[in-house]
């Protein structure tokens, strides 16, 4: 039997096993039975993949997804594992050359879809073979209360019949209580170990600005992250198309995705964004489930999530490989109010809506963070943790100023034109600036016309934000983004309570130059031999016709950019480098980085 660590540098390159690994690996090889629920990005993929090979014989992986399965047995060929996968996009042929090989025991991991596992001949087959052990990813799809369900997955059910005496590992990034049980439940009968790990994805920065130009944010933001792969998130179909017109005007590369797109133009655009880099797609939140790229190095979202939890899985995707990566969000009150009446257009019951409602304050109160964003996001999810240094706020800290005056100013002309208008209405009366409407309700004749001429637009917007965010007003949600003083508003304008504001929400453009400055400094002084190991690895990439992180990871290049091996033994100490793939690229690596040395000191 091989070491679990021997594996894991021998096989992957890795020195460490991370955080939560070890354990689940353990018990699996073990024989135990396990059910591991851990954040996208976190290392899912090597728990089952480790006790595959120290257990020998072998393992059966079942993921819903040919994309997912063929990178997922590329990337393990290439570290000289032998891992095959049988699925309906080869020809006939070619499953029945794999089979044999299967059945001779030459192969060591098998990927299959469920309805490929489960199917009678199948499971009789396999009994006749030496199986380690079956891992389900993307258990959740077992289970009918997830909004993954998928119906191929059930059937997995008779897992537990068909073979007695086989571990079974599931998988998950899905969290909730409910889902865990069932799959528990169905797959396991209850006997199972349970790991659940913990759901903070410290390398990924959070960091969120008020909407005021976002072309203009959305650029500045891109403006160091030139040739990183990326994801922007918009609400709409055609946002996302007008998104990336207007990023590939602007020197980016971008490319839409939507539900809306011809599926084989759907297909093509993530396989683009998958296979190259510095690639931007510009998505609805279509574009989700089985992106396993773990080079995505920012998240930006252009509109505002739907939820705290969606936010989270959305914001996942970046830095799955652990390397920095950065999630970025632009929110203004108009989308609040759009995600209100989403809400109550649903038709829900009163229960339902409430809790949304709910759901859509807790994602306005991480917006408005006066605190460390990552401790109110990890907090929703039930974790209490301190401040975390890699956030806007932890960067930046903002101290909170004394609103009252302001706020008052704003609650006065919301009595006197009867709380029944919204943000843009009670801005244009306070900065005295006529339209008909105003003129034709005479709140150009009110006393309080005017009165705050001493702060810009953009200013009276984000103090209204916050007295939302704070609870001082209440949004109507009726559809018109009427708004309406709340009793902690009331207080306020009777000054019992004061009103604490954010300077920085209103001047959201300093702090992002800061932010970049720190970008900048963190990034490693090797870049043009981080360059052409790049163009390296996308030319081999491409004779093998795979993704380029299915050669080398990020990591794995700034960690070679950095040590500058020169030996074929430096070059296997590289993150990531395990014996297989440094008997097979260290040559070729070798000779770049030697003739890069050769250039950089004549
Ligand atoms: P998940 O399936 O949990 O989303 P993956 O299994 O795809 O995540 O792993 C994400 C990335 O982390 C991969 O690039 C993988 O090679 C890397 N990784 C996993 N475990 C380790 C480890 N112990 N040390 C270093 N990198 C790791
Ligand atoms: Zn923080």
Same mark, same amino acid.
């Given at each position: 039997?091989?070491?679990?660590?021997?594996?894991?540098?021998?096989?992957f390159?890795f020195?460490?096993?991370?955080?939560?690994?070890?354990?689940? *690996? %353990?018990? *699996?090889?073990?024989?135990?039975?396990?059910?591991?629920?851990?954040?996208?990005?976190?290392?899912?993929?090597?728990?089952?993949?480790?006790?595959?090979?120290v257990?020998?014989?072998?393992?059966?992986?079942?993921?819903?997804?040919?994309?997912?399965?063929?990178?997922?047995?590329?990337?393990?060929?290439?570290a000289?594992?032998?891992?095959?996968?049988?699925?309906?996009s080869?020809?006939?042929?070619?499953?029945?050359?794999?089979?044999?090989?299967?059945?001779?025991?030459?192969v060591? *991991?098998?990927y299959l879809?469920?309805?490929?596992?489960?199917?009678?001949r199948?499971?009789?087959?396999l009994?006749?073979?030496?199986?380690?052990? *079956?891992a389900?990813?993307?258990?959740?799809?077992m289970?009918?209360?997830?909004?993954?369900?998928?119906?191929?997955?059930?059937?997995l059910?008779?897992?537990?019949n068909?073979?007695?005496?086989?571990p079974?590992?599931?998988?998950?990034?899905?969290a909730?209580?409910?889902?865990?049980r069932?799959?528990?439940?169905?797959?396991?009968?209850?006997?199972?170990?349970?790991?659940?790990?913990?759901f903070?994805?410290?390398?990924?920065?959070?960091?969120?600005e008020?909407?005021?130009?976002?072309?203009?944010?959305?650029?500045?933001?891109?403006?160091?992250?030139?040739?990183?792969?990326?994801?922007?998130?918009?609400?709409?179909?055609?946002?996302?198309?007008?998104?990336?017109?207007?990023?590939?005007?602007?020197?980016?590369?971008?490319?839409?995705?939507?539900?809306?797109?011809?599926s084989?133009?759907?297909?093509?655009?993530?396989?683009?964004?998958m296979?190259?880099?510095?690639?931007?797609?510009?998505?609805?939140?279509?574009?989700?489930?089985?992106i396993?790229?773990?080079?995505v190095?920012?998240v930006?979202?252009?509109?505002?999530?739907?939820?705290?939890?969606a936010?989270?899985q959305?914001?996942?995707?970046?830095?799955?490989?652990?390397?920095?990566?950065?999630?970025?969000?632009v929110?203004?009150?108009?989308?609040m109010?759009?995600?209100?009446?989403?809400?109550?257009?649903?038709?829900?019951?009163?229960?339902?809506?409430?809790?949304?409602h709910?759901?859509?304050?807790?994602?306005?109160?991480?917006?408005?963070?006066?605190?460390?964003?990552?401790?109110?996001?990890?907090?929703?999810?039930?974790?209490?943790?301190?401040?975390?240094?890699?956030?806007?706020?932890?960067?930046?800290?903002?101290?909170?100023?004394?609103?009252?005056?302001?706020?008052?100013?704003?609650?006065?002309?919301?009595?006197?034109?009867?709380?029944?208008?919204?943000?843009?209405?009670?801005?244009?009366?306070?900065l005295?600036?006529?339209?008909?409407?105003?003129?034709?309700?005479?709140?150009?004749?009110?006393?309080?016309?005017?009165s705050?001429?001493?702060?810009?637009?953009?200013?009276?917007?984000s103090l209204?934000?916050?007295?939302?965010?704070?609870?001082?007003?209440s949004?109507?949600?009726?559809?018109?983004?009427?708004?309406?003083?709340?009793?902690?508003?009331r207080?306020?304008?009777a000054?019992?309570?004061?009103?604490?504001?954010?300077?920085?929400?209103?001047?959201?453009?300093?702090?992002?130059?800061?932010?970049?400055?720190?970008?900048?400094?963190?990034?490693?002084?090797?870049?043009?031999?981080?360059?052409?190991?790049k163009?390296?690895r996308?030319?081999?990439?491409r004779?093998r016709?795979?993704?380029a992180?299915?050669?080398?990871? %990020?990591?794995?290049?700034?960690?070679?950019?950095?040590?500058?091996?020169?030996t074929?033994?430096?070059?296997?100490?590289?993150?990531?480098?395990?014996?297989?793939?440094?008997?097979?690229f260290?040559?070729i690596?070798?000779?770049e980085?030697?003739?890069?040395c050769?250039?950089?000191?004549?």
């Open positions: 039997m091989l070491h679990k660590h021997a594996v894991l540098k021998d096989i390159g020195e460490t096993f991370r955080e939560g690994q070890e354990p689940i *690996i %353990d018990a *699996i090889v073990a024989g135990r039975n396990v059910l591991a629920v851990m954040p996208t990005g976190s290392g899912k993929s090597l728990c089952f993949q480790v006790p595959a090979l257990r020998g014989g072998l393992a059966i992986v079942v993921s819903p997804l040919l994309a997912l399965m063929q990178d997922q047995v590329a990337a393990l060929k290439l000289g594992v032998a891992a095959e996968t049988i699925n309906s080869v020809s006939r042929e070619a499953n029945v050359e794999i089979w044999k090989r299967v059945a001779k025991g030459d060591s *991991i098998l879809t469920p309805e490929r596992l489960m199917s009678e199948m499971i009789a087959a009994g006749r073979l030496n199986i380690s052990l *079956i389900i990813d993307e258990a959740h799809c289970s009918q209360w997830g909004a993954a369900f998928r119906p191929e997955y059930a059937a059910e008779g897992l537990r068909a073979f007695p005496a086989v079974i590992g599931a998988f998950t990034a899905t909730d209580e409910v889902t865990r069932d799959i528990m439940q169905k797959l396991f009968a209850g006997n199972a170990d349970e790991f659940v790990a913990g903070d994805r410290p390398n990924i920065s959070l960091a969120v008020a909407k005021h130009n976002t072309p203009r944010q959305l650029l500045a933001f891109l403006e160091s992250r030139k040739g990183e792969s990326g994801i922007v998130y918009a609400l709409s179909r055609k946002s996302t198309e007008e998104w990336a017109a207007f990023l590939n005007e602007n020197g980016h590369r971008a490319l839409p995705y939507h539900a809306g797109l011809p084989g133009q759907r297909e093509e655009h993530q396989n683009i964004f296979a190259e880099e510095g690639v931007i797609i510009c998505a609805t939140i279509a574009f989700g489930m089985g396993d790229k773990p080079d190095r920012f930006f979202h252009a509109d505002l999530p739907a939820t705290l939890d936010y989270y959305e914001i996942g995707r970046a830095g799955r490989d652990g390397g920095p990566a950065a999630a970025h969000m929110f203004g009150l108009e989308d109010r759009m995600r209100r009446r989403f809400i109550d257009d649903e038709g829900a019951g009163d229960e339902r809506r409430r809790r949304e709910k759901r859509l304050d807790a994602l306005l109160s991480y917006c408005e963070a006066p605190a460390c964003r990552r401790e109110t996001l990890l907090s929703y999810f039930g974790e209490t943790s301190g401040p975390c240094g890699n956030c806007d706020v932890c960067r930046n800290p903002q101290a909170t100023a004394d609103g009252t005056a302001h706020a008052k100013k704003i609650l006065l002309v919301m009595q006197a034109t009867g709380e029944r208008f919204g943000a843009a209405h009670i801005i244009d009366v306070l005295a600036k006529p339209n008909d409407r105003i003129v034709a309700l005479s709140h150009d004749r009110l006393s309080v016309y005017g705050g001429r001493d702060l810009p637009k953009s200013a009276w917007q209204v934000r916050q007295l939302v965010a704070t609870q001082c007003l949004l109507d949600v009726a559809g018109f983004g009427g708004l309406s003083i709340a009793p902690k508003g207080a306020v304008l000054g019992i309570e004061t009103f604490h504001y954010r300077p920085d929400m209103m001047g959201a453009a300093k702090g992002r130059r800061k932010e970049r400055a720190a970008t900048a400094a963190a990034a490693p002084a090797h870049d043009d031999l981080l360059k052409r190991l163009a390296l996308w030319k081999l990439a004779e016709n795979v993704a992180y299915v050669i080398f990871s %990020d990591k794995t290049l700034i960690d070679m950019a950095t040590r500058q091996p020169l074929e033994m430096d070059f296997g100490q590289v993150h990531g480098v395990g014996e297989t793939k440094r008997d097979r260290a040559s690596f070798l000779k980085i030697a003739s890069h050769a250039q950089s000191f004549p």
